[in-house]
């Protein structure tokens, strides 16, 4: 976990000079999200492909970067060995129970006061991601997306994300 977030953290550095696009960019290869009402899409996003021992596809990791509100979402979905490949279908985020979750979100903000995550979120329900398309040749992934994500007191909605065929490397 404190892997990913750092691995956020350089490659959010990298991409900051990017601008955010609210309109017109294409769906494919898009990462889109409602925020706290509003809709954004990531101009940048990173997704990677991690694989077993055994070279069973398990997890897929998205870091998309939210530019010009310097705001960033990193999120994972792990069949964490436990269930096999990493295949189409509906992973939920479990917010009282992070040790058995398959998914975990974070949500940054400029703010220096740390991340929003699902991790922190009461309910039994954090979120949930849906994998619509896994094109193993193409290296490619489409799904959905909501989530709560907590710091404090405080709690932000994502609400309609969406990823098109975003390329993975592994």
Known sequence: MIVRLLLFCFLFCIACGQE????????????????SGSERIAPVVFVTMKKSSAQVANELSFIADFSSTTTGLSFSVSTNNIYGAL????FVAKGNNPAVSPVYFYYFLSDGLGAFTSTSVAEEVAG????????????????????NVKRGTETIRLTKGSFTRLKYTE
């Open 87 to 90: 295949q189409k279908g509906e």
């Open 20 to 35: 955010d696009t609210p309109t017109g960019l294409d769906e494919s290869g898009s990462l889109k999200a409602t925020i």
């Open 128 to 147: 949930t991601v849906t994998i619509t398309e896994l094109d193993i040749v193409n290296k490619t992934v489409s799904g959905t997306f909501d989530a």
